[in-house]
T-cell receptor
Framework: IAGITQAPTSQILAAGRRMTLRCTQD?????MYWYRQDLGLGLRLIHY???????GKGEVPDGYSVSRANTDDFPLTLASAVPSQTSVYFC????????????FGQGTRLTVV | ELKVEQNPLFLSMQEGKNYTIYCNYS?????LYWYRQDPGKSLESLFV?????AVKQEGRLMASLDTKARLSTLHITAAVHDLSATYFC?????????????FGKGTSLLVTP
């Protein structure tokens, strides 16, 4: 595998349930990101990690948490899903530092009902 | 707060015609990216513009960056149906000890016969 892999590709989730979206990269990139994409709103940053062991909040972090135990993995957790979290979620990575070109996973389409 | 505005948001154009998509941003940045997204797919990097006056061309698409005007353009020459997609510009912004991309809302392009 070369690049970023997300799982699952799609999911229907009952409101109130907990869900973890998985993201793995094999490019040894330092920085990783989670974006959500909603019609008419473009992509908005949820959380990011500049390097393993560190994380930070983006524009729309409420209701989401992340961890970065190692370089390759950056899971996104919805502790108690709500319908407004219905979206397409993209994981991305960059080499870090001054190289900011982002590479994206294939996305996870999440529907909360 | 860094704002990135694209226009138009929707564009229907005939094959063979030329058109320009505009991307304005609100704060200083010396690098800008253009991405393409096909329906239901991920984002694919098109152009990386790293300095004022940068111009990149790939086939029928040409991108330019004017950092003083805080403006990037994506020019389409003699459009063909295969160019139908959504195009995003993204501008680098600083985070705590790192960077992320702020995206415009995207321009949905439809090329018709």
């Amino acid at each position: 595998i070369a690049g970023i892999t997300q799982a699952p590709t799609s999911q229907i989730l009952a409101a109130g349930r907990r869900m973890t979206l998985r993201c793995t990269q094999d490019m040894r990139h330092n920085a990783m990101y989670w974006y959500r994409q909603d019609l008419g709103l473009g992509l908005r940053l949820i959380h990011y990690s500049n390097t393993a062991g560190t994380t930070g909040k983006g524009e729309v972090p409420d209701g989401y948490s992340v961890s970065r135990a190692n370089t390759d993995d950056f899971p996104l957790t919805l502790a108690s899903a709500v319908p407004s979290q219905t979206s397409v979620y993209f994981c991305a990575s960059t080499p870090g530092g001054v190289n900011t070109e982002a590479f994206f996973g294939q996305g996870t389409r999440l529907t909360v009902v | 707060e860094l704002k990135v505005e694209q226009n138009p948001l929707f564009l229907s154009m005939q094959e063979g015609k030329n058109y320009t998509i505009y991307c304005n941003y609100s704060t200083t940045s010396d690098r800008l990216y253009w991405y393409r997204q096909d329906p239901g797919k991920s984002l694919e990097s098109l152009f990386v513009l790293l300095s004022n006056g940068a111009v990149k061309q790939e086939g029928r698409l040409m991108a330019s960056l004017d950092t003083k005007a805080r403006l990037s353009t994506l020019h389409i020459t003699a459009a063909v149906h295969d160019l139908s997609a959504t195009y995003f510009c993204a501008v680098v912004r600083a985070l705590n000890s790192g960077y992320a991309l702020n995206f415009g809302k995207g321009t949905s392009l439809l090329v018709t016969p």
